[in-house]
């Protein structure tokens, strides 16, 4: 049997690039927000709310590896 051509989608790659670009952007500033908000309100000081933008990065690093997934799992790149 001769073994069956896959070409490589680049339109499903394009979309779901860009859609972790967009929203990779509003998670990350929600994120620094979060942080500098909760750190402001009960005054906890600079570290602890740099502190907490971190964690609340690296939560929403998560949820985008977890999205990216997905994504790609809707959007096949081979066809």
Known sequence: MAAERHPFNWQNLLTVISVLIL????V???AF????AI???????????YVL??????LGVYAL????????HVE???R
């Open 28 to 30: 990350f500033g929600v």
């Open 39 to 49: 750190a402001g309100l009960f005054e906890l000081g600079d570290i602890v709310g």
């Open 33 to 36: 927000a979060a942080g500098w």
């Open 76 to 78: 096949p790149l081979r």
């Open 53 to 58: 933008m971190v964690l609340f990065s690296l």
């Open 23 to 26: 929203v990779g952007a509003e």
């Open 65 to 72: 590896l977890l999205l990216g997934r997905r994504a790609l």
